[in-house]
T-cell receptor, first 117, second 114 residues
Framework: AQTVTQSQPEMSVQEAETVTLSCTYD???????LFWYKQPPSRQMILVIR??????QNATENRFSVNFQKAAKSFSLKISDSQLGDAAMYFC??????????????FGEGTQLTVNP | NAGVTQTPKFQVLKTGQSMTLQCAQD?????MSWYRQDPGMGLRLIHY???????DQGEVPNGYNVSRSTTEDFPLRLLSAAPSQTSVYFC?????????????FGSGTRLTVV
């Protein structure tokens, strides 16, 4: 079974600065997807960015980018020019592509990000 | 396009009571699932379905029941509520393995069992 680990329960960053959230995972599969979700105080789960394992290029979405290291099984999220609205719980998630496992997502424990003005 | 609609948003139950959390999606997603979120544990899969008439257990299925009679609906039943089931519950849906689609989540149900 796959596992996802986020070793930073809490992180803080100054507004306009850059912060990196860490995520590692364990899998024996070669083809899978990785995601970062944001959960603000409203509780809504919002997809931030996604990465396909077979793609070498790191995904980027505006101020959000990832550092995907497949051999190291690492998938960190970098937030540039942090804004007050980025304050939230961030979850890393793994999705298998094996049909027998359906499309289930496995989540990490989450990292609570605080943005200081 | 409503996405995933989850009801109720809040619920308080007494130990031993039963209830059903409702989930409906209008995106024609094959895959639907229920998660519970507890502090420090992320989201854990309770049950999932890959299509109408097909359901399977996730990591933490005990005390919960599901059925999927239509593509749109995937209710979660608590058979006899226990304080350990106090949690936030999320319903989520997705296309089944058609690409790197993330899930679409409902807004969650905060359940307290006293």
């Amino acid at each position: 079974a796959q596992t996802v680990t986020q070793s930073q329960p809490e992180m803080s960053v100054q507004e306009a600065e850059t912060v990196t959230l860490s995520c590692t995972y364990d899998t024996s599969e070669s083809d899978y997807y990785l995601f970062w979700y944001k959960q603000p105080p409203s509780r809504q789960m919002i997809l931030v960015i996604r990465q396909e394992a077979y793609k070498q290029q790191n995904a980027t979405e505006n101020r959000f980018s990832v550092n995907f290291q497949k051999a190291a099984k690492s998938f960190s999220l970098k937030i540039s020019d942090s804004q007050l609205g980025d304050a939230a719980m961030y979850f890393c998630a793994y999705r298998t592509r094996r049909e027998t496992s359906g499309s289930r997502l496995t989540f990490g424990e989450g990292t609570q990000l605080t943005v200081n003005p | 396009n409503a996405g995933v609609t989850q009801t109720p948003k809040f619920q308080v139950l007494k130990t031993g009571q039963s209830m059903t959390l409702q989930c409906a999606q209008d995106m024609n997603h094959e895959y639907m699932s229920w998660y519970r979120q507890d502090p420090g544990m992320g989201l854990r899969l309770i049950h999932y379905s890959v299509g109408a008439g097909i359901t399977d257990q996730g990591e933490v299925p005990n005390g919960y029941n599901v059925s999927r009679s239509t593509t749109e609906d995937f209710p979660l039943r608590l058979l006899s509520a226990a304080p350990s089931q106090t949690s936030v519950y999320f319903c989520a849906s997705s296309y089944f393995d058609r690409g790197p689609y993330g899930y679409t989540f409902g807004s969650g149900t905060r359940l307290t069992v006293v």
